[in-house]
Every structure is written in C-alpha cells, then in structure tokens.
C-alpha cells in the first residue's frame, strides 16, 4: 500500500496530494506500530517516514479539517515515540511542541493536552534539581489549560497537586488535594498526597 500510494502521488492532482500522503502515512504508522516491540530500529524508521507523510499532506489544501487534525496529531505522536526511545529532554520537548500544533488546529484536542501534560512531567523528572520547580510550574500551566476545557477530571485535578507539589507551592497543592479528595473519597492515593 505504501508503494502504491507513492506510485499515485507522482500522478495525482494537487487536490489529491493531502489524501494520498495521509494514507500513506497511516499505513507507515501501522507497520511502525507493529514493529515496536520486535525491531525498534524498523518501528523507528517508520515513524520517522510517517513523519514526513503527515508534514507533506499538511502543506496541501484540504476541506477535511477532521483528517487535518488527526494528520497533526499522527505526526506528533510518532515524533513522541520516537522521543520516548531517546527519552532526553530535546526529544521530549520536541514532541511537546508537536502536540502543541495540534492543540493550534484543535484547542479541545484531549489525547493532545494529556500528552503534554504526560511529557512535562517526564521533562520535568529529568531535570537537574535546580530546575526542577520551574518545570513543575510549566507543568502546572499545562494542567490548567487542560482543566479550562475538562473541569471536572479528578485524575488531572490530583496531577496538578502533585505539579503544585513539586514547585513548592504547598497550600495551593492542599487545597487541589482536598478538592480532588471530596470528588474520590475512596482514592488512597490522593490523602497520601494530602498528607505529604
């Protein structure tokens, strides 16, 4: 399929490009899916063609926003498994800034806001102990740009007490602690939070 769509994208129209290299790159983001465990070399090798599939569809017109959103999101999600194998903090922060362009095409885009919020905290985690509270404080601003559009999500609530936590910003981690605590009363985990 990946052949054929190549075949077709030296004779298609230019009001044909974005389909086809949008199919192309999903049939490479499938093989490098299926490669992840057994040959990461492959996986890797794939996820960087998809890359290049989704960013060439998204230099053409095209009147499917949905497919544009979801070719935005394709191609940050295979810069972040890429970046996750590498696991430093240029990579992650690539694919930070990846989603990032795919909240611009979409703000209410979930699976993008929660991979930037996951990503912080990686970032963050790896930084050097100085740095650390700027990057909890980074994190923090992501979660709230999350909670704007979710509001109710006490799994995200108790992430920002940790975020607050973590930039040493003690009353406020409280009282997201306790707010998340009413909204989960059976969650150890949140009142051993609390407690720290």
């Given at each position: 399929?990946?052949?054929?769509?190549?075949?077709?994208?030296?004779?298609a129209?230019?009001s044909?490009?974005?389909?086809l290299y949008?199919s192309?790159?999903?049939?490479e983001m499938?093989v490098?899916?299926?490669?992840?465990?057994?040959?990461?070399?492959?996986?890797?090798?794939?996820?960087?063609?998809?890359?290049v599939s989704?960013?060439?569809?998204?230099?053409?017109?095209?009147?499917k926003?949905n497919?544009?959103i979801e070719?935005?999101?394709?191609k940050?999600?295979?810069q972040?498994?890429?970046?996750?194998?590498?696991?430093?903090i240029?990579?992650?922060?690539k694919?930070?800034h990846?989603?990032?362009?795919?909240i611009?095409?979409?703000?209410?885009?979930?699976?993008?806001?929660?991979?930037?919020v996951?990503l912080g905290?990686?970032?963050?985690?790896?930084?050097s102990?100085s740095?650390?509270?700027a990057?909890?404080?980074?994190?923090?601003?992501?979660?709230?740009?999350?909670l704007?559009n979710?509001?109710n999500?006490?799994?995200?609530m108790n992430?920002?007490?940790?975020?607050?936590?973590?930039a040493k910003?003690?009353?406020?981690?409280?009282?997201?602690?306790?707010?998340?605590a009413?909204?989960?009363?059976?969650?150890?985990?949140?009142?051993?939070?609390?407690?720290?």
């Amino acid at each position: 399929a990946i052949h054929a769509y190549t075949e077709l994208l030296a004779i298609a129209p230019q009001s044909k490009k974005f389909d086809l290299y949008f199919s192309r790159g999903q049939c490479e983001m499938q093989v490098a899916k299926a490669s992840v465990e057994s040959d990461f070399s492959k996986a890797s090798s794939y996820f960087s063609k998809a890359i290049v599939s989704f960013s060439e569809a998204l230099k053409f017109p095209t009147n499917k926003q949905n497919f544009k959103i979801e070719a935005a999101f394709q191609k940050a999600y295979a810069q972040y498994q890429i970046g996750n194998k590498e696991g430093s903090i240029a990579s992650l922060e690539k694919s930070i800034h990846a989603f990032e362009k795919v909240i611009a095409l979409k703000s209410k885009e979930q699976r993008a806001h929660r991979f930037i919020v996951n990503l912080g905290f990686e970032v963050t985690r790896q930084a050097s102990d100085s740095q650390k509270a700027a990057k909890y404080e980074k994190v923090v601003s992501y979660i709230d740009r999350y909670l704007n559009n979710w509001p109710n999500d006490p799994d995200m609530m108790n992430r920002k007490g940790l975020a607050l936590q973590g930039a040493k910003r003690f009353q406020q981690a409280i009282d997201v602690f306790k707010l998340v605590a009413k909204l989960s009363p059976t969650d150890g985990s949140v009142f051993f939070s609390l407690g720290s």
